[in-house]
């Protein structure tokens, strides 16, 4: 069936440096999205992408569509310590009656003040 | 704005109980509704997907059953609980047309 492979599955990083992950597909997708996740909490969207090729921005979030529509990749820049979480990506296909989701594992970032 | 409510936020339950989550939405007219299991903190397993009162569709199957008995209504149920049922349980909803998915703050099921 259709699965997301996310990378890295973890990051520690200092605070102040950028972040790049990416969520990879065997499957073409017609929609993107990137959700954060805070303990104890549901996911928040960050980032919906539409169509491939987009770049699109949300504060100092960057998310791309990939060209070939099996990937995307989420940039944070300048991270902060709230930016602490884990960040799923996530495909979606349309399916029937329904829009199909599927969920990547997640990418658990730290971050060290 | 849209909302999605999601009550309780804990239940501690014992094995053989039963179970009633629920979950409304507020803002928005026949939305898709969705329950998800979350373990570990990871990997968001979809169980069960509503598109219009009365209509439910299950992903997986289980010891749960899921109700939508009104527009903006969405209800995770069990008869007997499990101890495997314990987890991290969001409810979402969406438009529909290719739109994302707005997830609950969850609630986090623990059985003894």
């Known amino acids: 069936g259709q699965q997301l492979n996310q990378s890295p599955q973890s990051m520690f990083i200092q605070e102040g440096e950028d972040v790049s992950m990416n969520c990879t597909s065997s499957?073409?997708?017609?929609?993107w999205l990137w959700y954060k996740q805070d303990p104890g909490e549901g996911p928040v969207l960050l980032i919906a992408?539409?169509?491939?090729?987009e770049l699109t921005s949300n504060g100092r979030l960057t998310a791309q569509f990939g060209i070939t529509r099996k990937d995307s990749f989420l940039n944070i820049s300048a991270s902060i310590p709230s930016d602490v979480g884990i960040y799923f990506c996530?495909?979606?296909?349309?399916?029937?009656?329904?829009?199909?989701?599927?969920f990547g594992p997640g990418t658990s970032l730290s971050v060290i003040p | 704005s849209q909302t999605i409510h999601q009550w309780p936020a804990t239940l501690v339950q014992p094995v053989g109980s039963p179970l009633s989550l629920e979950c409304t939405v507020e803002g928005t007219s026949n939305p898709n509704l969705y329950w998800y299991r979350q373990a570990a903190g990871r990997g968001l397993q979809l169980l069960f997907y509503?598109?219009?009162?009365?209509?439910i569709s299950s992903e997986v199957p289980q010891n749960l059953s899921a109700s939508r008995p009104q527009d903006r209504q969405f209800i995770l149920s069990s008869k007997k609980l499990l101890l495997s049922d314990s987890g991290f349980y969001l409810c979402?909803?969406?438009?529909?047309?290719?739109?994302?998915?707005?997830f609950g703050d969850g609630t986090r099921l623990s059985i003894l």
């Open positions: 979402a909803w969406s438009t529909g047309n290719n739109q994302p998915q707005h």
């Open positions: 992408l539409y169509k491939a090729g």
């Open positions: 509503s598109v219009g009162i009365g209509q």
């Open positions: 996530a495909g979606l296909s349309r399916e029937t009656s329904y829009d199909k989701v599927i």
């Open positions: 499957s073409i997708f017609n929609t």
